[in-house]
């Protein structure tokens, strides 16, 4: 006998889940065995919301396809935070969760509306037949850059499968050899052909980069990864464009000479300089958002914005676009850079015949240079990393400047790392003073900007990325909402440093409400010994409050690292973050 929650587990692992993350209960126990049987790791949490995130982060840091396993109703509500961040940021999931169907079940809420609710695609094992092809049906969804929830009904879980009836597939445009397959010879899906370009969308970019002289390319979620990297770094040398990431891909071009790092609310005034100054910004896999652009500030007066992405949906989303071009960023970038090399050996011709045209052969010969001229070269060696921008320390004998503490860290942590960061008003420090390897070292779960995720995510994506030393930071507000992730950290022997930047309030609602007379006692809190709590699950902890504490953690790098490191840094509080400031004001 073979049941409808061992086909399904296994049918996971053969459509590509190598890690599934979760809290079992009665309704998710047998299914989530079965795929360990099948070969996935399952990770345990200890709370339903680490497990969503931990699994996001796994398949973003890892590119492969994750799965969250949860048990009816309050094992689901529980995850649903982390279930929407992946959701809104289009994260390859599948969130298997058992089902009471029976609206009497204290157990019985609607899960297919949940989905919908947060944008995930919901898909139901509906009975023993269809058992496979749904399965199959909902990690097709996934490779298609979504987030689904794989609804297992506690009544279908336990019946036997005889034959395995796959219509079900056809409604997704998916085919399979015959009309019946067993659970070993269903048809394995992976990530679908990237989109074609559209050759007009191709030569109107190619137009506009062979007009502009200043030219920048802004790469984001869509564009991540060696190919997209590869490609735009090599149109970018032929039309003289700068480089930069939204926060997602941070990292991306590091090691070019000309990389601004990430635009944005994060972006250094070297940065939000000459992105303001380009007169042609190309959004590549970004969506342009508020926070990329600053709520539009970082787009000059009269520049050019393009939209590329394999989503039409996406372009123009999020503001005023000239245009978008539909099609895989990485398709897109070479087909346009082969458009750009058929303009120049023509305008190559053109000179040496002496038959300018309209005369501008020279220039567009010159136009290569574009915004890559040896006086942004000197401002982006002098003066790009947020770290070489002036500041007064403001560290007292019991506070220390979180750029002071951000720095120094920066400077002690190994080059081979993956960060992690939760979200809350000292969140810019990390992703502005630490450097990252590459996008991969960097994981950032904040589409849904909620506090508390950033412990887990520094655990899914250290077990994505076991080869780099993992290390979250996290405000004290996010760091004692998931502190029970501390014991997981522990169970699972990762060598991490998790960095707390307190200062005993929720910082952003502290200087949000600061200057309108309101009562802050709501958004404050007494001291808490957070190193100590750290110690208590099994961390070597550190107290920070002055540069020369932070020798501890030199130390524990030199060690063995047999266990994680906690550092409990007391930090400044006079000011609130400006990346902040500037987003509540809009």
């Known amino acids: 006998m073979v049941s409808v929650a061992e086909a399904v587990g296994s049918s996971l692992v053969r459509q590509g889940v190598d890690h599934v993350f979760g809290v079992v209960g009665s309704g998710n126990f047998h299914v989530t065995n079965a795929m360990r049987a099948a070969g996935a790791v399952f990770v345990p949490a200890r709370h339903e919301a680490g497990a969503a995130t931990m699994a996001d982060a796994y398949a973003r840091m890892s590119g492969s396809l994750a799965a969250v396993s949860v048990h009816q109703g309050p094992g689901l509500t529980n995850a649903m935070t982390g279930i929407t961040e992946a959701a809104k940021s289009r994260t390859p999931l599948v969130v298997v969760a058992a089902e009471a169907t029976q609206p009497t079940s204290n157990f019985y809420v609607d899960q297919e509306a949940l989905a919908r609710a947060i944008g995930a695609v919901p898909v139901r094992v509906e009975s023993a037949a269809s058992a496979v092809a749904a399965t199959v049906r909902a990690c097709a969804e996934a490779h298609r850059r979504h987030t689904v929830l794989l609804n297992l009904p506690l009544d279908v879980q336990g019946l036997d499968l005889q034959g395995l009836d796959v219509q079900g597939l056809d409604v997704q445009g998916l085919e399979a050899e015959g009309g019946e397959v067993s659970r070993s010879t269903a048809p394995v899906f992976g990530s679908p052909a990237p989109r074609e370009p559209e050759p007009a969308g191709v030569e109107r970019l190619a137009a506009a980069l062979a007009r502009s002289q200043r030219a920048v390319f802004v790469a984001g979620r869509g564009a991540r990864g060696t190919c997209c990297r590869d490609a735009l770094e090599r149109l970018g040398s032929a039309c003289g464009a700068l480089l930069a990431t939204s926060a997602v891909a941070k990292g991306m071009f590091n090691g070019n000479d000309w990389n601004l790092d990430v635009s944005g609310g994060f972006a250094s005034p070297v940065a939000a300089e000459l992105i303001r100054g380009a007169d042609l910004i190309v959004g590549w896999g970004c969506a342009l958002n508020m926070w990329t652009m600053r709520h539009g500030k970082l787009i000059g007066a009269g520049a050019t914005v393009v939209q590329v992405d394999d989503d039409e949906a996406a372009l123009g989303l999020h503001r005023d676009i000239a245009f978008g071009v539909l099609g895989d960023v990485r398709l897109v970038a070479e087909a346009v850079a082969h458009e750009l090399d058929a303009h120049d050996r023509g305008a190559q011709s053109d000179a040496y015949t002496g038959d300018a045209g309209d005369g501008s052969s020279s220039a567009q010969l010159d136009r290569r240079v574009g915004y890559r001229t040896p006086e942004v ?210």
């Open 377 to 586: 070269r000197a401002l982006l060696v002098a003066g790009l990393r947020w770290r070489d921008v002036a500041y007064d320390d403001e560290s007292t004998a019991d506070r220390i400047d979180p750029r002071t503490l951000s720095i120094a860290l920066d400077d002690l942590l190994p080059a081979e790392r993956v960060v992690a960061v939760d979200s809350g008003n000292f969140m810019g420090y990390p992703s502005m003073f630490w450097s990252v390897p590459d996008e991969q070292g960097f994981c950032f779960t904040q589409a849904y900007q909620s506090i508390g995720l950033g412990l887990a995510t520094a655990i899914g994506a250290a077990l994505a990325q076991p080869s780099r030393l993992p290390v979250a930071a996290l405000g004290d507000g996010g760091a004692l909402m998931s502190i029970e992730e501390l014991e997981t950290v522990v169970r699972l022997g990762l060598p991490m440093v998790v960095v707390v930047y307190d200062d005993e309030a929720y910082g952003a609602e502290v200087h949000h409400f600061a200057g309108s007379g309101a009562d802050l006692s709501t958004v404050r809190f007494p001291p808490v010994d957070i190193a100590a709590l750290a110690r208590g699950f099994g961390f070597d902890a550190v107290l920070v409050r002055r540069p020369s504490d932070l020798e501890a953690v030199g130390t524990w790098l030199a060690g063995p690292r047999d266990r994680p490191l906690l550092v409990d840094a007391k930090v400044t509080s006079a000011h609130g973050s400006w990346w902040l400031e500037e987003a509540f004001g809009h």
